[in-house]
């Protein structure tokens, strides 16, 4: 059974930075690419980060220079190191993987969404 573990998020002061991490546990055939995701109140879900198996990354471009993804292959764990954290990274953040499993087909599996809150 996949499961996807997040922790690290929580409140924090604008300027401030929290890590994110996102454990996947499962047994994996093949994982294509980690990502992060995050959905404000009344807002559609965007993509923040995204990391593949190769080492292309993706960032969102009101993140870029504060937000950093990075992969632990090993633990089949991603990390969302942010910096600088301003009142609109307010949200919550999902973990997302795209992968396979025996059996099954490549399809993306999603954490259950850590919340993030930037305020005084």
Do not use: H
């Amino acid at each position: 059974q996949v499961q996807l573990v997040e922790s690290g998020g929580g409140l924090v002061q604008p300027g401030g930075s929290l890590r994110l991490s996102c454990t996947a546990s499962g047994n994996f055939f093949n994982i294509y690419a980690m990502a992060w995701y995050r959905q404000a109140p009344g807002k559609e879900r965007e993509m923040v980060a995204a990391l593949t198996s190769g080492g292309s990354t993706g960032i969102r471009d009101s993140v870029k220079g504060r937000f950093t993804i990075s992969r632990d292959n090993a633990r089949n764990t991603s990390y969302l190191t942010m910096n600088n954290l301003k009142p609109e990274d307010t949200a919550v953040y999902y973990c997302n993987v795209d992968g396979q499993v025996p059996g099954s087909s490549r399809r993306d599996y999603w954490g259950q969404g850590t919340q993030v809150t930037v305020s005084l």
